[in-house]
């Protein structure tokens, strides 16, 4: 048994701790998590004409995340448009996630294999863009593709093509911008598991046959696994939530999820409608992460 | 060592995708640096050397005045993220580990997991009944929002520091006559300053960078130079966005070479 | 008259953890430290030694007991407020600051005027013998140039005791042995006491006025180092202090039979039956074969380590006894496996000890 003494230090400690996170903890509750709270509440109200909600319980909301109602007849269908900017928003996301790693990993390698002073310089070089303005990043790509943009205006002037390469404003550029605006985020990650991983085991693997090929897919790939994992979901997440790269970079057409949210803010004057897909949202970016801890928790209970 | 005819760890491909991808990591940056020193308007036929943009820039009213008043927002909720986050990073390192701690933690890297938009769209609810409740305007609720969104930010490399730091050192000071508040000013504290300095930095670039939320949360006439930009971008393009943008570029790169110097140089 | 007592522990008991898992690393440990002598606290690791350290210096809570230091209960007086310093084992230099600023650090605490500190941060530079590095951060010194910063450091305040957490146990074999003989000098001329521990024998043996053998939250024995060395009180003592050959009989006529059937003549402290008996191997000498009063043995290893050599006995029965002979001295190079050999242990070597 602990002393009297002994357990009220304890007591104190914990105390202490609390005492010492509480201002940011109100912080974070009033101005980050508990209003995520409450957009739950307000998907479940009836939308006001002019914005904001008016204080009824309705469902609508949450049917026409999915199904749009007919005026003529009232009879409800799947809602097209909504499925095809859900549609474009998760396939954008993952293509990204995926060309990302493909031209990460390679990068990541490269940046963990060089001598000390080289790695610091090169990691540096990958950190300035990821803290660099997002908005800044997408506008530099949109000024090099833009119709009468700087790859357009060589292009032609080369005489390669007759007339500008349209490329912007289609879900083809919004994925070169997030691939571009994203890619330090599955560099970063990548690099810490490669770092950390002993290159003595290629000395093995070559030792006892294996070829390149080999090395990668079955000695390389599984023990960076939790950092390719980690690097996946760094890009996946904000690249579904995205909002400026696809207003740059889609124009209105092009929408993804988070410009449709928007929209039913702005011009929409659809609150709840607005509300009810960031509740989708959510739960999509919570369904990653929990497969992120699913997967992270089994390497490690493996390794 | 990189010069043996058979390296283990190169693979072959690789070091060609890699500087490919440092080239066109840094190119449109680039192009974007050298088009605001255009003689003309345009971003993509050269026009001759000229420094026109920056003055053009610096004499627009509005653009002095939303880099005003993104620089305060910036400061304040750099200087308030840090300090919460400081406290919060000596209450959960160094101790015992404890189920109110994930909570903290979970708190704390919560602005992190959920997308922008969504905590956009829930800030612009939630401040909308304050602002009609008690008629307040102001900056207040930018800044709360910003302080909000930078703590994970400026908590990581504090915390980070904590965990490198040795316990005893404290202890030692205790042994030594200190009594606790000495010994955080006298020994934790300088410890730890290297570590509030570049959570400071890294607070202050990510409020300065912030479209998203800014967008939803500002009241009408509070644009912030990101929230101009962006409104820019959208109606025409002129080299003066590029102007503004060499200069956010130019301050970023000055507070990270800060912050790597200071988190590099760890004893 | 008595000496002064310096510092004391009354049942002093900790347990960490609660229920269960709780593990009682000090059981109700009573000792008593006379003012200006070097006490050690000796054992192996999670014996207790760091642990009543701690709670001497007051960075822990004993669950039942007293610390009283100079009469005074102190038990739950903070660390700030008790005249004990502590030199750590990783030395905890503060890395923000000079030698001299760490040197000056407790003085600083306590508000002494700048000049008081300045004249005591110069006489502990002189006494460690680094006044050259008094502007020096901690990291650019080598490892026994820290240790001595930490013992100034500690000693500045001029403490009532000082203890010292296993601080040679980081420095290598050379650097150890001339700090051992530097922390008695300093003993020695500053007067204080010092409350040193260790897990290493030989550090104990050379250094302390007394020591404490420890083991599993108790004290064993507490002795000056040539008591505990000769008259160990019970096996674990023997063997954690030197080697030591155990061998197990019966006693027989104020002599003991060994399992062998050898007859030996040891006092039997008054106990009857089985017994064991412990003989260091220095006191074990080797003769010609059939000498009379002796043991017989056969030769079954001789292994050299230079200045000695260890030979391995057997008895008649198969109980293996060693015995360490000084290369120098003549017979010990012809000895090969498979010898008839006789031993004999020196007067007063056999020690009946406690199981």
């Known amino acids: 048994m602990a002393s009297l003494a002994e357990q009220r230090a304890e007591r104190r400690t914990i105390r202490n701790g609390w005492l010492l996170s509480l201002p940011a903890l109100i912080i974070l509750i009033v101005a980050a998590a508990g209003p995520l709270l409450i957009i739950v509440i307000y998907s479940f109200l009836t939308p006001g004409s002019y914005g904001n909600v008016v204080w009824e319980f309705s469902w609508d909301a949450w049917v026409g995340v999915l199904y749009s109602r007919d005026i003529f007849d009232g009879t409800y269908k799947l809602a097209d448009a909504h499925l095809s900017i859900f549609w474009r928003s998760v396939k954008l996301a993952l293509l990204t996630t995926m060309f990302c790693f493909v031209v990460g990993f390679p990068t990541a390698w490269f940046i963990a294999t060089r001598t000390p002073r080289a790695r610091t310089a090169l990691l540096f070089l990958i950190t300035i863009p990821f803290w660099t303005n997002l908005l800044i990043r997408t506008f530099a790509i949109n000024q090099i593709i833009r119709n009468e943009g700087v790859l357009n205006t060589a292009l032609l002037y080369l005489g390669v093509i007759d007339e500008p390469l349209v490329i912007i404003y289609s879900d083809f550029a919004v994925f070169l911008g997030m691939t571009y605006v994203y890619l330090p985020l599955m560099v970063l990650p990548l690099f810490a598991a490669i770092d950390r991983f002993d290159m003595r085991l290629l000395e093995a693997s070559y030792d006892l046959y294996a070829t390149r090929w080999q090395v990668l897919r079955r000695i390389i790939v599984p023990i960076v696994k939790p950092g390719i994992i980690a690097g996946s979901i760094l890009v996946f997440i904000p690249a579904l939530g995205a909002y400026v790269t696809p207003r740059i970079l889609g124009g209105g057409r092009n929408m993804m999820i988070g410009n449709f949210i928007e929209l039913q803010f702005g011009q929409g004057r659809n609150w709840p409608l607005g509300a009810a897909l960031s509740v989708t949202l959510l739960v999509i970016v919570g369904a990653a992460l929990m497969l992120y801890v699913r997967a992270s928790m089994r390497t490690t209970n493996n390794g | 060592m990189a010069d043996t005819r058979f390296s283990v760890s190169r693979l072959p491909g690789f070091s060609t995708i890699a500087v490919g991808v440092f080239i066109i990591l840094y190119l449109p940056i680039l192009m974007l640096v050298i088009y605001s020193f255009n003689g003309g308007n345009s971003i993509a036929v050269w026009e001759g050397f000229s420094l026109q943009w920056y003055p053009k820039a610096w004499n627009n009213e509005q653009v002095r005045d939303v880099t005003m008043r993104s620089l305060t927002i910036a400061s304040a909720a750099a200087l308030i993220s840090t300090t919460v986050a400081l406290m919060a990073a000596l209450g959960t390192t160094r101790r015992k580990q404890t189920k109110g701690q994930t909570f903290v933690y979970l708190m704390i890297n919560q602005p992190l997991m959920v997308p922008e938009i969504v905590t956009a769209v829930a800030l612009l609810i939630v401040f909308a009944a304050i602002k009609v409740a008690t008629g307040y305007q102001g900056l207040g609720y930018l800044i709360l929002a910003h302080s909000a969104f930078c703590i994970p930010f400026a908590y990581l490399p504090i915390r980070a520091r904590l965990e490198g730091m040795d316990l005893t050192l404290e202890t030692a000071a205790g042994d030594l006559y200190a009594t606790p508040w000495q010994t955080f000013r006298h020994v934790t504290l300088p410890i730890v300053m290297p570590g509030a300095i570049a959570g400071l930095m890294l607070a202050f670039v990510t409020s300065l960078d912030d479209v998203i939320i800014t967008l939803f949360v500002k009241s009408a006439g509070q644009d912030t130079l990101p929230t101009y930009m962006l409104a820019q971008i959208r109606r025409s393009v002129s080299a003066e966005v590029n102007a503004i943008s060499t200069l956010l570029l130019v301050l970023t790169v000055i507070l990270l070479t800060g912050f790597f110097l200071l988190t590099r140089k760890r004893t | ?355």
Do not use: W
């Open chain 3, 1 to 355: 008259m008595t000496t002064a007592i310096a510092v004391e522990a009354q049942s002093a008991r900790k347990d960490y953890g609660s229920g269960q898992f709780a593990v009682r690393a000090l059981d109700d440990v009573s000792v008593r430290i006379e003012k200006g002598s070097f006490f050690t606290l000796l054992g192996p690791s999670g014996c207790g030694k760091t642990t009543l350290l701690r709670l001497i210096a007051g960075f822990e809570t004993p669950s039942a007991g007293k610390i009283l230091l100079g009469g005074r209960d102190i038990t739950y007086d903070p660390p700030n407020k008790r005249p004990v310093n502590t030199v750590f084992q990783s030395y905890a230099l503060f890395p923000h600051l000079t030698v001299a600023q760490n040197i000056g650090f407790g003085l600083q605490m306590l508000g002494r005027p700048k000049r008081e500190i300045a004249a005591a941060v110069d006489k502990m530079l002189a006494l460690v013998q680094l006044e050259d590095f008094a502007g020096r951060k901690p990291q650019q010194l080598s490892g026994g140039q820290q240790q001595r910063v930490a013992l100034a450091r500690a000693l500045a305040p001029e403490p009532e005791v000082l203890l010292l957490d296993e601080p040679l146990s980081a420095l290598d074999l050379k650097l150890r042995k001339e700090m051992q003989r530097e922390l008695k000098r300093l003993q020695t001329e500053t007067g204080i006491t010092f409350i040193f521990v260790t897990h290493d024998q030989e550090e104990a043996l050379t250094m302390s006025d007394r020591i404490a053998v420890m083991r599993k939250g108790n004290i064993l024995q507490i002795g000056a180092p040539r008591e505990i060395y000769n008259h160990p009180k019970d096996r674990f003592v023997a063997d954690f202090i030197g080697e030591t050959n155990f061998l197990s009989g019966t006693v027989e006529e104020g002599a003991i039979r060994l399992t062998s059937g050898d007859l030996v003549e040891a006092p039997t402290q008054g106990r009857s039956g089985k017994v064991t008996l412990a003989v260091r191997p220095e006191q074990v000498r080797i003769s010609g074969a059939g000498d009379p009063g002796s043991l017989a043995a056969t030769v079954a290893d001789s292994v050299y380590f230079g200045t000695d050599t260890h030979c391995h006995l057997r008895l008649a029965d198969g109980t293996e006894i060693v015995a360490r002979l000084q290369s120098a001295a003549s017979g010990e190079a012809g000895l090969a496996r498979g010898d008839q050999v006789s031993l004999r242990f020196e007067a007063g070597a056999a020690q009946v000890v406690d199981e």
